[in-house]
Every structure is written in structure tokens, then in C-alpha cells.
């Protein structure tokens, strides 16, 4: 079984092994580079068989690698088999040359064990990378519903941007949504990560990098991972009318920073709403092509960072409560959405790689394909947007990752809307009241010597003064990251990602907020409590507890 990590137009050769951070080529390159090191140790009588054989499936290996692209993880490997492979194939050709009852010259034992060991080690060291920080495998969505995407953009004509100068700039926000879809035909193109386009992918990976101080490089798998959800898919037929979730990501985080919870959310028939906070997140690439980047940053006087973040949070819960507006909208059909997974700098579509300007009809912009039209998303025989009437707006959860998670609290506190909030492991910034009158889901890491002393305080004074039930999971291995993709592509060292695993990281966020999401707004029958204690450390405030 394979794993589909790169373009489709790749023929399979960049699909990873199952349980191997490498593809087939990259694989039998370690394996060639190896062989060429062992042969030397091999009885007389195999090793030119031996050697020709790994000297070949090497270099055919690397010349495939050249045409589809190397990974930086691969070149020790590269390295190690280059410098193995003349000493493989002299010996043979020295006896292609020597006369006959001469005896055929090979180094002593001792000068070549360092030289094997070194080889090796370099050639280690590559799937040990590739280990390190691999091309993410995203967990396959286990609801019932396929996953489309799509991405608009607005623009709140009451709001001036605080980040600028400009009087006449205005709040904009970049969102993509995840929905329940229909069935797309076999071969259909998955949505890159991070990006509409690879492009946009790029800039946002390495914003994301820059920001806490990596090389680019170093996450480059990002950029050949694949999603499960589809751009523009049809949305699931029937009438059904799915509850919405909005997102907000950490502290320069990104929109699609969870994008394994939200495919799995949308698979099982919710609406997530993830949103670009601009100066905030990390890039945020615009529909005219301009990039956004971030222009806020700690001073370290923990004063005056509160006062920041408590400012900052501000503007994240005011961007979520303006969204859940549109998407009202959006569900009466009273708006349409913009340009939806369009490539921002060209305008084409990446869930077909179209062209405006040669795949669509100029006069209208419609796709003559399909008939809908790409600067709305809308179907021009209905003129309606394909999720009016499919959105149950009036079952909204709000949601946020670290300052994402502060920002979730207080947009509840302002706006009623918010039927319930999930806070994962986000410090409440910003002031305490008014109180609470929603459900609340408080998902924490493991508390350890070096977490915050203000921070758990702070999070039970704002879910006990609440006038509806919360609960707060501490999930035992859990870190900071645990709660976003990172698990995914990040190193496995457990005070950075935890120690769930790359697969149990995503499954155990997944499974408490789908419990939680299901009991609170479909009302789903069973102890909640119950299911939620099955994975941490819970504790349940209600209302009528005695203080």
C-alpha cells in the first residue's frame, strides 16, 4: 500500500511506502548505496554480481530521483553510495585488466573497514532524516461524507485595518472552508497543503519556517503532501443542513494548520471555517497575488506582551465573529462567495488547473466545462451559491488553537451566536468577563515544571465563572503542537510534538472535539464525560455545583 505525497501527473513514482518515510526510488537508492558498501565484505564469488547489481539499481535510482526531484534527505545517501561505488567497481575492472595467473589486487581489511563504516553512516543518516521530517501522510477521513474545499476572501467595509495607516484600508480575511461532498471520480486532484497553489505553498511554508528560526528547507515535505478533500467539489446531495465550525490558528499560525482535524470534522458532516488572520498569521497570500506577512512579535517584558496578545486577540475574535456574518449570508444566499480556490496570482483553478484566460468564457468568467462560475463559486442556472441552504448557521462553534483558542473565547463572550466553544490548549488572553454562557471544550498538553504558572488559573477561572457546562481534558503526551498537524511533519521529540505519534496525535484531537461537537449541537445520546475521560484527565464543571 502507497500513499499519494506528490503530483498525480508523477506516474506513482513519489507515492511513499507504507511505513516508510521514503518513495520506491528514493528506497532502492538506500538499498543500491548499501549493497555497493557491502559487497567488499561478500565471499569472492558474489561480490561481482553483487556489486553490479547494487551499482545499477543505484545510479538508475538516483537518474529518476533527478527527473521527479531529490529531497534534501536523500543526499548523504547520494553521498555515500558516490563515494562507494569507483571502489565497488575497481576491483572488477582491475580484473577485466590484470594478465592471467596475477593475482588481483585488494586493499587489506584495515583500511577499509573505516571507509565502509563512514559510508554507511552517511547513507543512514539519510532515511534518518527523511524519518525526522517526512512528506506528511494525512489520515485517511473516516466519515461518510467525501471532503471538498474551497477558499474566499472578504472584506469588512466597517472595520479599518489597525495594522496600517492607510484611513481607508479595511479588515480583510482569507477563509477556507472544508465541507461534507459528493463522491469525486477516481484520479481526482487533492488540494495541496497550504496553499491553493504550490506557489502559495511555498510562501507559506516558509514563513512558517522563518518564524521560529528553521532553514525552509528543512520542511520541504510539506510541499509535496497532498490532502483528502477536493477544490470545488460538488457538496453532498440531499438537503441535509450541516453545523459550522470556525477556526482560528495559533500565534502565527496559518488557516490550514489543521487540516487533518478539519477533513475529519467535514467528513462526518460539519462545516469548518479556517480563517488567515492578516498581520497576524504567518503569510497570507491575497486574490490580487500580494502576500501579507506577519507584524506582530513578543517584546519579552511579560506586561506589555499580555497587553499585545490581549490586543491581538481582540482583532482574531472580531475577524471570527465578522465570518460567521458572511457565512449567514452565504447560507440565505443573500451573498456570494469570491473566488473560490482559485490560484490568487493567476486566477485559475487548481482543482483543474484552468486558466481564465484561455479555459473560461471572458464576458462571464464561466468554466465551460461545468457551467459554474469560478468568481463566485455559484451556479448560473440557479444563481445560487452551491452551500446557500446547506449551512446551519444557527448550530456555530467556535474553535482556536493557542492564541486561536483565546480568540475563541472571547468572540463567545461578545457574540451569542456561538452556540459552544473549543479551546485547544489556548491561554485565555484578553479580560475575563463577561461570563461564559456556552458549552465549553478545553483540550490542554500534559502540564510539566515549565508550563506557565498563570495558565491553568487563568483557564479555570474563565470555564468556572461560565453559566453552561465545560470540561477540561489534560491529554497525557500531549504538547503544545499536538493540537495542530505538526505531529505530521515535525520531528517526533516529544517536548515538541508529544508523544501520541504521528497518527495518534491527530486521532485523539479528532475523537474529543467530534464527541463533544455530537453531544452539544446534534445532541447525540451517551455520557460525554464518559467518552472525553477515556483520553486524559478530565474535570466537569456545571453550573449547579456548589462553588
Not at 463522491?183 to 486532484?189: D, E, I, L, R
Amino acid at each position: 500500500m502507497c500513499h499519494r505525497v506528490r503530483r498525480f501527473e508523477d506516474g506513482g513514482v513519489t507515492e511513499t511506502i507504507a511505513g516508510l518515510p521514503m518513495s520506491l526510488p528514493e528506497f532502492l537508492a538506500v538499498l543500491g548505496a548499501v549493497a555497493l558498501v557491502v559487497a567488499r565484505w561478500l565471499p569472492p564469488a558474489a561480490r561481482p554480481r553483487v556489486t553490479i547489481a547494487a551499482g545499477a539499481v543505484f545510479v538508475l535510482s538516483v537518474i529518476v530521483l533527478g527527473v521527479v526531484g531529490i529531497r534534501w534527505q536523500l543526499l548523504p545517501v547520494l553521498a555515500g553510495g558516490a563515494v562507494a561505488l569507483p571502489f565497488a567497481l575497481s576491483p572488477l575492472l582491475r580484473t577485466l585488466r590484470r594478465r592471467p595467473g596475477r593475482r588481483a589486487w585488494r586493499a587489506r581489511w584495515w583500511l577499509a573497514l573505516p571507509g565502509s563504516v563512514a559510508c554507511l553512516g552517511l547513507i543512514a543518516a539519510g532515511p534518518v532524516a527523511a524519518w525526522a521530517f517526512p512528506v506528511p501522510v494525512f489520515p485517511e477521513p473516516s466519515g461518510s461524507f467525501a471532503v471538498g474545499t474551497r477558499v474566499m476572501q472578504w472584506t469588512d467595509p466597517n472595520r479599518p485595518e489597525t495594522f496600517t495607516a492607510d484611513p481607508d484600508d479595511r479588515r480583510t480575511v482569507v477563509v477556507q472552508l472544508w465541507y461534507p461532498a459528493q463522491k469525486s471520480p477516481a484520479g481526482a486532484q487533492r488540494a495541496q497543503y497550504l496553499g491553493r497553489t504550490e506557489q502559495e505553498a511555498r510562501t507559506v511554508s516558509d514563513a512558517l519556517a522563518s518564524a521560529v528560526g528553521l532553514p525552509g528547507f528543512l520542511v520541504d515535505g510539506v510541499l509535496q503532501a497532498r490532502t483528502h478533500a477536493v477544490f470545488n467539489a460538488p457538496v453532498a446531495g440531499g438537503g441535509e443542513r450541516f453545523p459550522v465550525v470556525l477556526f482560528s490558528p495559533g500565534a502565527g499560525g496559518v488557516r490550514t494548520q489543521n487540516t487533518a482535524w478539519a477533513e475529519e470534522l467535514a467528513s462526518d458532516g460539519y462545516v469548518v471555517a479556517a480563517l488567515d488572520h492578516p498581520y497576524d498569521s504567518a503569510a497570507v497570500v491575497l486574490d490580487d497575488g500580494r502576500t501579507i506577512r506577519a507584524a506582530t512579535a513578543s517584546t519579552g517584558d511579560r506586561d506589555v506582551d499580555e497587553e499585545l496578545a490581549a490586543g491581538w486577540t481582540a482583532v482574531r475574535a472580531a475577524d471570527l465573529g465578522f465570518v460567521l456574518t458572511q457565512l449567514e449570508g452565504l447560507a440565505r444566499g443573500a451573498i456570494a462567495a469570491p473566488l473560490a480556490g482559485s490560484d490568487p496570482s493567476t486566477g485559475s483553478d487548481p482543482s483543474t488547473g484552468s486558466d481564465p484566460s484561455t479555459g473560461s468564457d471572458p464576458s462571464t468568467g464561466s468554466d465551460p466545462s461545468t457551467g459554474s462560475d469560478p468568481s463566485t463559486g455559484s451556479d448560473p442556472s440557479t444563481g445560487r451559491d452551491p452551500l446557500a441552504g446547506r449551512l446551519d448557521t444557527g448550530r456555530a462553534v467556535v474553535t482556536g488553537h493557542s492564541m486561536g483558542g483565546a480568540a475563541a473565547l472571547q468572540a463567545a463572550r461578545q457574540d451569542p451566536r456561538f452556540a459552544a466553544v473549543i479551546d485547544l490548549d489556548g491561554y485565555p488572553h484578553g479580560p475575563a468577563s463577561p461570563a461564559l454562557h456556552q458549552p465549553v471544550l478545553a483540550l490542554t498538553q500534559a502540564i510539566t515544571p515549565s508550563t506557565d504558572p498563570r495558565y491553568l488559573p487563568r483557564l479555570t477561572e474563565a470555564l468556572a465563572s461560565d453559566t453552561a457546562t465545560t470540561y477540561r481534558l489534560t491529554v497525557p503526551g500531549a504538547a503544545h503542537l499536538t493540537f495542530m498537524d505538526g505531529p505530521l511533519y515535525l520531528p517526533p521529540v516529544p517536548s515538541i510534538v508529544g508523544s501520541l505519534g504521528r497518527t495518534g496525535s491527530p486521532r485523539v484531537v479528532a475523537a474529543t472535539t467530534l464527541a463533544f461537537l455530537d453531544a452539544t449541537l446534534r445532541h447525540a445520546p451517551g455520557d460525554l464525560a464518559g467518552a472525553l475521560s477515556a483520553y486524559g484527565s478530565l474535570s466537569v464543571h456545571r453550573p449547579d455545583d456548589p462553588r
